[in-house]
Each structure stands twice: as structure tokens, then as C-alpha cells.
């Protein structure tokens, strides 16, 4: 077995425009960063750090040990240069091994079949003469050790899936409603916000509750992985258990303290008109166990009002897919921005996908970030408000 010592290089993946996002929770977790590129962060750590990323980081899709990285232009050529890979290091006989994905951008290899048929080959190659069985097949029958490929400008580049299902996948949302954001965006975006935990948050438009849920946890410091297994929680070859044992029990700790201490100064409001979508949202910030530090209230976006001063509206309001006209929008935008405008020295953050919102939100945003949704291309537009007095320090910065 691998020591924990050992160093290795991880990519966490990400949301193109959110890189920094990701890089500021790698840095907080003390580990250092190796690489920042569209789309991904990558980073050095131990054993324990793919513990640790996987339970604690709320803006990464998963956490891959990264394997290898070369130049290719022939099949022949990447066939060679994988077998040469010392995968015996990272990979035991009994293995499950395959390539779940592999993408290709402006390299002569473009071929997804190809990549998954010669890579798995030339491992399976390699691994029987590491460990000198030649001709056998391998049983393939233990962990999993998902592959996942990408070449860009020929470049080949390797990594073992630590994580499994998406980090996204938090295990609370069971119910949806339509066009939901996904929770490590939302948690990327709260963290482009000035929001912290003594401040009041405000979703109009809040759907299942996402945006909600994930500002109660960071709030009340409940890990967004402590409540769910992982690809590698089965590896026992770089890594053994008591290491996932020592980092739940690190993120029982945090919770139970956040809980006590941070919890019930959260002032988090979630609206929505559609009674269902409520019901939804409720559930689902109960199964993350922040029910208690969230309200939850059926109103329209036209009776927004607070009576205190420097809140904050983080929102993702319909643009047009879940709508049936979209001839609704100017009349729902206008009075988003209107209600805004009524509001004492507040901020509003809104993503969209909707080409004339500042128009109706009323003036131009202070910034507008671009950011994909998957294959959609949204706007984050951010409307800043005056800064409140010093905050409490006792209060936790997220």
C-alpha cells in the first residue's frame, strides 16, 4: 500500500467562468494548487486529500487522481505510451477498470470508441505483466477505477475517478422543479457573493431550493459529501480506511458545531408562487438537515419586501424553458427590479439565460460574468448594494 505521505496530483473539474471559486476552496483545504485552466483545478496532495476533497468541496463535479499526461498523434503511439504507465501503482489486479468518458478538442485523436478500446487495452496489457500473469483475464471484480480521458491540442491526459457519481449529487434533492440549477453551481455562485452567514439571503424564484440549501450549509458548516460514499471509499491499495473514518468524523465535528453556534443566526427566505414546488423544497432541505434554517413562503416576486437593511437577493429566475410564453418575462423581470429597488442598500445577483434581462431588471448590472450551465451559455449579472457596518467576527466567514 501506497503511504500516505506520497504526494499525488488531483483535477478537480468545474464549471467554465468558476475556476477561481474552486482554486479559493482547494487553498482553504491546504493544498497546493499545480495548475488553473478553463474548465478545471488542478492540485497536489496525499492520500487523505481525496478524502478530504470529496467530502468537503462544494464546487467541483469530482476529484481524479491524475494518472499520466502526453503527447499522442497516432493510436499506435498512445497505445505505447500507456503501456508504459506504471498503472500497477494505482490500479490492483482485481480492478474494475474502463474509460467512463474521454473528450477530444482540436487533436488528431478524436475518436471516443478508439480512446476507450486501446487505453483499456494497453492497462489490461500492462497489468497483467506487472503482475506476472500474462494471458489471464483480469477478474475484475473489486473497486472501481473509472478513466477518464481528455485530449487537447494533443495532448493526453489520464485520471482515475475518485468520486463516482457526481459530487453535484449531494443525496438530498429527490424532488426537483423544473430547470433546477445544480448544487455545485449554486454554491459556486454564493461564493462570488459578499454572503456570509450573518447576512440575509433572499431567493424569490427558489424553486427546489438550492440556492437556500446550499447557503444553510455552508452557514451551519455541514460538508456537502459527509453523507454519502465515494468510488474510493473501496480502494485499498493507495489509501486505507481509517482515512475516510478520520474525515467523517472531522465533518460530524464541524456540522455539530456549526449547528450550535452559527445556525440560528442564519436569516435565509426562499419564495416561490407554486405551492408544489415549495412542498419540494421543503423535503429536500430536510433531508440536508437544515429545515429549521430555512423559511419557506408561496409569494410572488411582485410582494418582495424585507424591513432590514443589506440583504442580498441571489436568484435564478425562469428565462423562457420554464415558461409557457415567453412574452411573461418583461412583466416578471420588471418586477424583480422593481421590488429590488425598493429594498435599503441591498445586492442582487441573478443568473440567467435570458439576452434582455438587464433591460427589464431596470439598469445595467455592476458586472455581468459569463458562465455555462452545461452546453448554456448564462449571464451572472451582480447589482451591488452599499456595504454593510463590520460584521459580527464571531460570525463564520464561509
Not at 503482475?131 to 482515475?160: C, F, H, N, Q, W
Not at 410582494?303 to 415558461?323: A, D, Q
Request: aromatic share 12%; hydrophobic share 40%.
Amino acid at each position: 500500500m501506497a503511504g500516505r505521505s506520497e504526494t499525488y496530483e488531483f483535477i478537480a473539474p468545474c464549471h467554465f467562468g468558476l475556476e477561481a471559486c474552486t482554486k479559493k476552496e482547494i487553498m482553504r483545504l491546504g493544498y497546493e494548487i499545480s495548475e488553473v485552466s478553463d474548465g478545471k483545478v488542478s492540485f497536489k496532495g496525499d492520500a487523505q486529500a481525496i478524502c478530504r476533497s470529496n467530502i468537503f468541496m462544494r464546487t467541483t463535479e469530482r476529484i481524479l487522481l491524475k494518472v499520466c499526461e502526453f503527447k499522442a498523434y497516432t493510436w499506435d503511439e498512445l497505445f505505447e505510451l500507456v503501456y508504459a504507465v506504471s498503472w500497477e501503482d494505482v490500479i490492483p489486479w482485481n480492478g474494475r477498470i474502463w474509460v467512463a468518458k474521454a473528450a477530444s478538442v482540436k487533436s488528431k485523436l478524436f475518436s471516443p470508441r478508439d480512446f476507450q478500446t486501446i487505453i483499456q487495452k494497453a492497462i489490461v496489457k500492462r497489468l497483467q505483466k506487472a503482475y506476472k500473469r500474462e494471458g489471464e483475464r483480469l477478474p475484475m471484480d473489486g473497486a472501481d477505477y473509472a478513466l477518464r480521458v481528455s485530449a487537447y491540442k494533443d495532448v493526453i491526459t489520464i485520471g482515475i475517478d475518485t468520486s463516482g457519481e457526481s459530487l453535484h449529487k449531494r443525496g438530498y434533492r429527490k424532488l426537483t422543479a423544473k430547470a433546477p440549477i445544480t448544487e455545485t453551481l449554486a454554491a459556486a455562485l454564493l461564493m462570488l457573493t459578499p454572503w456570509r452567514n450573518d447576512r440575509i439571503l433572499v431567493d424569490p424564484f427558489c424553486g427546489s431550493g438550492t440556492f437556500c440549501i446550499e447557503a444553510a450549509m455552508m452557514a451551519a458548516n455541514i460538508a456537502p459529501g459527509m453523507e454519502r460514499n465515494f468510488a474510493a471509499t473501496r480502494w485499498s491499495n493507495i489509501m486505507d480506511k481509517t482515512l475516510w473514518y478520520a474525515t467523517y468524523d472531522e465533518a460530524r465535528g464541524l456540522k455539530s458545531d456549526g449547528l450550535k453556534q452559527y445556525g440560528e443566526h442564519t436569516d435565509i427566505q426562499g419564495y416561490d408562487i407554486d405551492p408544489e414546488v415549495l412542498y419540494a423544497a421543503r423535503e429536500n432541505a430536510e433531508r440536508a438537515g437544515v429545515r429549521d434554517l430555512i423559511h419557506f413562503q408561496s409569494r410572488d416576486v411582485a410582494l418582495l419586501s424585507h424591513p432590514k437593511k443589506y440583504g442580498l437577493i441571489v436568484t435564478n429566475p425562469p428565462y423562457g424553458e420554464r415558461l409557457e410564453e415567453k412574452e411573461d418575462l418583461p412583466e416578471l423581470y420588471k418586477a424583480l427590479g422593481d421590488r429590488y429597488a425598493a429594498l435599503d442598500d441591498w445586492s442582487m445577483y441573478v443568473i440567467t439565460a435570458w439576452e434582455d434581462a438587464e433591460k427589464y431588471l431596470g439598469r445595467k448590472a455592476d458586472k455581468n460574468r459569463k458562465i455555462y450551465n452545461g452546453m448554456m451559455k448564462t449571464y451572472f449579472y451582480s447589482y451591488l448594494g452599499a456595504k454593510p457596518p463590520a460584521l459580527n467576527k464571531e460570525h463564520l466567514k464561509i
